[in-house]
């Protein structure tokens, strides 16, 4: 079983100082972290994430839709909210964080169809680190 581990965290780069992009350690990466960076690594594997090609007016929609979504979520009434969010229980009771997290996952689709990661991802950071991450019971902020 532990060499079937071992052959997975080297497939998906997850294994410390193996990773293609900037090294993360593994052991910086919470579980649900690595269970997201599977997903996208096989559907990148599966064609899913294949860049197409955008006319120019369609680059620019998306554009102009993805600053108008930080624009929206990047304000004090939705960012103190979620940054107050401390415990499992608030932060699964909260429509807001329901929201935003799920409106994060669409808004990286549409970075990564646009090919402007770098930059969106100060933005993106801030909304995701405010929507923060359930370990322990508590709401990590902070990765």
Known sequence: MESRKSESHQETGLEAGKAAGPVVAHEQLTP???EQARFWLEKIREGQLVE????PAEKEKIASEIEVFFETWLVPEKLGPLLALETQ????AS???????????????????LGKLKE??????TLS???????????DHVR
């Open 52 to 55: 197409k090609s955008l006319e």
């Open 95 to 113: 429509p807001l964080r329901a929201e935003a997290k799920e409106d994060l996952a669409g808004i990286l689709r549409r970075i990564i169809l």
């Open 120 to 125: 969106f991802m100060e933005n993106y950071m």
């Open 129 to 139: 680190k405010a929507v923060g991450i359930i370990n322990g019971g508590v709401v």
């Open 89 to 92: 229980a608030e932060a699964l």
């Open 32 to 34: 649900e972290q690595e």
